[in-house]
């Protein structure tokens, strides 16, 4: 078969397959078993539907001409400031209440019309809004209505601080990579040698980087509890590593009702979390499941204490490899080992899929605040076996950037 006959043929099954794809039942399906906001997408038409979107995004780089490819990339920062414009003017809430023409969402956001109508084409082209050409009308679809600020998950937020803040240190991006560098993207930014988080103290982000960080948490809950067998672990006390906020732990206990918790951070986390676990405080029902005692300060470096069952959630990606396996060798010496023994580390999972490009974004992430990386799978096996460690299976988990590494001593 020749190229043209192939592209005509490849042509013809695409219409054919979209038509059904958008057809009313379909269409309901997908709204019900892949797109609803109130309950996990199910298990297998999402794994089918990633593996269709990785064939896709196959074929459209074999297919798109070059400088289509590259332009997408130099350009790419007009997308990100059109959707922080469209946040900025809350274009999602302005038709929340239904679609509207360019003129009323202009009246209703105090913008140009002209100008409105600019930023807004390359976000309905996209993907993120939708747009009938028959009305001229705009309206939201499954992507924009995250962005509303009543929105559980309060992905605006996310929008706001990393179209803006973080949009900023990617500038750094270049001369932190060359070699000789000390310095991550973020400080040669700002041109400032303290770290990350010290500087948004600075400013006065500190809030606004956790409210983000808590939405996406939230975000991710569902999956890491839906997806993990907990059960396996029942009334055994879980201690969370480096679990910050306690957010984490207080969602896997809750869901839970037979285990108990413990949390392990440094000494100034852990006074600012306390008063949490008591009356009063935002896991109050938890108080004589997590007893004072359990919230215990100290540097995972050096040592940690003696459980059977640790978490760790998004620390292990702040540190290179030799520090790793220091955490690790560390949790491992400490480990109570029984038929439950287990450390689950949750963290992403570098992968070279559209689908899971989530990783990628998340490993130039850290490269650029705390000059940290994401890791392949067989990276993460390497790095577990160096401390000691066996990793029994990796677990996906619906609706999260993280997996679940499941790592037996």
Request: aromatic share 8%; charged share 20%; proline share 4%.
């Amino acid at each position: 078969m020749s190229l043209i006959q192939t592209l005509i043929q490849l042509e013809a099954s695409l219409t054919a397959f979209l038509s059904v794809l958008t057809s009313d039942g379909v269409k309901k399906e997908l709204q019900e078993l892949l797109h609803n906001e109130e309950t996990l997408p199910d298990k297998e038409v999402l794994k089918r539907a990633a593996s269709v979107v990785d064939k896709l995004g196959e074929m459209q780089s074999t297919l798109e001409p070059a400088h289509l490819i590259l332009a997408d990339h130099f350009f790419g920062y007009t997308d990100t400031k059109c959707l922080v414009a469209a946040v900025d003017l809350d274009v999602p809430g302005h038709l929340a209440d239904g679609s509207k023409t360019l003129g009323q969402l202009a009246t209703a956001t105090n913008a140009t019309p002209l100008r409105l109508g600019q930023i807004l084409r390359p976000l309905y082209t996209k993907g993120v809004l939708s747009y009938e050409s028959a009305t001229e009308k705009y309206a939201l679809n499954h992507v924009s209505r995250l962005l509303l600020k009543d929105h559980a998950t309060q992905w605006h937020n996310w929008v706001t601080l990393y179209g803006n803040q973080f949009f900023d240190i990617a500038r750094g991006i270049p001369e932190s990579v060359r070699a000789g560098s000390t310095r991550c993207a973020a400080q040669v930014n700002f041109d400032t040698d303290l770290d990350m988080f010290a500087y948004f103290e600075s400013q006065g982000w500190i809030p606004q980087l956790h409210k983000t960080l808590g939405g996406g948490a939230k975000a991710m809950a569902p999956g890491i509890l839906a997806d993990y067998p907990w059960h396996e672990i029942g009334d055994k006390t879980v201690m969370d590593i480096g679990g910050g906020s306690g957010a984490l732990l207080a969602s896997l206990l809750r869901a839970n009702p037979g285990m108990s918790g413990a949390l392990f951070d440094r000494p100034a986390v852990i006074n600012h979390i306390s008063p949490f676990f008591t009356k009063g405080g935002h896991f109050e029902d938890l108080e004589s499941r997590v007893p004072h005692e359990n919230l215990i300060s100290g540097d995972f470096l050096e040592a940690v204490p003696m459980y059977e069952v640790y978490t760790m959630k998004w620390c292990l990606h702040d540190w290179d490899d030799d520090k790793v396996v220091k955490i690790l060798n560390n949790i491992r010496e400490a480990i109570i080992v029984t038929e439950s023994s287990r450390l689950v580390v949750l963290e992403s999972v570098l992968s070279g899929t559209r689908s899971g490009r989530l990783s990628v974004y998340g490993d130039i992430n850290m490269m650029m605040t705390v000059n940290g990386q994401e890791r392949t799978e067989a990276k993460w096996n390497e790095l577990a076996e160096r401390a000691g460690w066996r990793t029994e299976r990796i677990w996906p988990l619906r609706n999260a950037w993280v997996q679940a590494i499941d790592l037996r001593p």
